[in-house]
Nanobody, 124 residues
Framework: QLQLVESGGGSVQPGGSLRVSCAAS????????IGWFRQAPGKAREGVAC????????NYADSVKGRFTISRDNTTNTVYLQMNSLKPEDTAVYYC?????????????????WGQGTQVTVSS
């Protein structure tokens, strides 16, 4: 069965960096568009970044643009979100999502496969 499993979350100080990963199994990642989302307590889930199947198109939420980088490694079936210059408002559970083929989308309704999430906490 197709499965996405996030890892790499943790606690970091403001201004620090963290990389979360999403391991895919049951399918070939090369054929899927990938998105990263996050949800803070009491808030709606929001799109953070997306990456097209070809890897040529990347989109970022304005709140993370210039600080976060989405990437994929098709040889290991893993996607990553590198987070730099972290701020307290980045604190959230981060989710990866996937959809076969398609295009880069920041809408949660676009994706039909989701991971369980990994907690990222930014505090001093």
């Amino acid at each position: 069965q197709l499965q996405l499993v996030e890892s790499g979350g943790g606690s970091v100080q403001p201004g620090g960096s963290l990389r979360v990963s999403c391991a895919a199994s049951g399918f070939i990642l090369d054929y899927y568009t990938i998105g990263w989302f996050r949800q803070a307590p009491g808030k709606a889930r929001e799109g953070v970044a997306c990456l097209s199947r070809s890897g040529g198109t990347r989109n970022y939420a304005d709140s993370v643009k210039g600080r976060f980088t989405i990437s994929r490694d098709n040889t290991t079936n893993t996607v990553y979100l590198q987070m730099n210059s972290l701020k307290p408002e980045d604190t959230a559970v981060y989710y990866c999502a996937a959809r076969a083929w398609g295009s880069c989308s920041m809408s949660i309704g676009f994706y039909n496969y989701w991971g369980q999430g990994t907690q990222v906490t930014v505090s001093s």
